[in-house]
Nanobody
Framework: QVQLVESGGGLVQAGGSLRLACAAS????????MAWYRQAPGKQRELVAI???????DYLDSVKGRFTISRDNAKNTVFLQMNSLKPEDTAVYYC???????????????WGQGTQVTVSS
């Protein structure tokens, strides 16, 4: 199947930057969209940014101009560059990929384990 492993979370002061990475591995036939979601305590999970296989992107309004999503298709990896971080960006960030494994070539949604991002004021 397909596994997603995130890295790059941590503690940063307001105004600082972090770069998240998520690598997909396993028996992968193809990956379509890749995305980053986040979930803050007591809140629903929300879509932060999404990127298509051809590079088209879309963002949550509150992160536009501050966050940039990108991907390296050769390495099956998606990145989230987060600049000008604010305390309200504090959350667990999850990577998500729409991928087809070689086992049946059907598309499934896969999730990473999450990485904590904490922004102090």
């Amino acid at each position: 199947q397909v596994q997603l492993v995130e890295s790059g979370g941590g503690l940063v002061q307001a105004g600082g930057s972090l770069r998240l990475a998520c690598a997909a591995s396993g028996s992968i036939f193809a990956i379509n969209d890749m995305a980053w979601y986040r979930q803050a305590p007591g809140k629903q999970r929300e879509l932060v940014a999404i990127i298509s296989s051809s590079g088209g992107t879309d963002y949550l309004d509150s992160v536009k101009g501050r966050f940039t999503i990108s991907r390296d298709n050769a390495k099956n990896t998606v990145f989230l560059q987060m600049n000008s971080l604010k305390p309200e960006d504090t959350a667990v960030y999850y990577c998500e990929a729409e991928a087809a494994p070689y086992s049946d070539f059907r598309t499934y949604h896969y999730w990473g384990q999450g990485t904590q991002v904490t922004v102090s004021s």
